[in-house]
């Protein structure tokens, strides 16, 4: 009986892990475009948009998104003064992570 192909390898774009969270990406792609609508943002990221939907949600309750109405979009807005969560990068602001990141 002949063997099963292995599966293909894994491509650039589709790493099996990443640097960033996701959380990361969802605030650096709403700094980018402050009415990215959570499809767009979804597809972007590579999550559903639930996940997205989610992630905005902890970012907001976190404080550091803030939303507001633009017609029926939804425009957020990056609050880049705060520090980072986890202790090793806490001595850094949103804004550090932004700058080094466009």
Not at 3 to 13: D, E, F, Q
Not at 18 to 24: K, R, V, W
Not at 59 to 70: E, M, N, P, R, T
Not at 72 to 80: A, K, L, S
Request: with cysteine; glycine share 4%.
């Amino acid at each position: 009986m002949p063997r099963a192909a292995p599966p293909p390898a894994p491509l650039a774009h589709q790493a099996t892990w990443t640097f960033l969270s996701n959380h990361a990406h969802v605030l650096i792609c709403l700094s980018r475009t402050a009415d990215m609508r959570m499809r767009d943002i979804a597809q972007e990221v590579g999550i559903t948009e639930r996940a997205v939907q989610r992630i905005v949600a902890e970012l907001i309750d976190g404080g550091f998104l803030s939303v507001s109405k633009d017609g029926r979009r939804n425009h957020y807005t990056v609050n880049d003064k705060l520090a980072l969560r986890h202790p090793v990068e806490a001595h850094r602001t949103i804004r550090d992570l932004l700058a080094l990141l466009r």
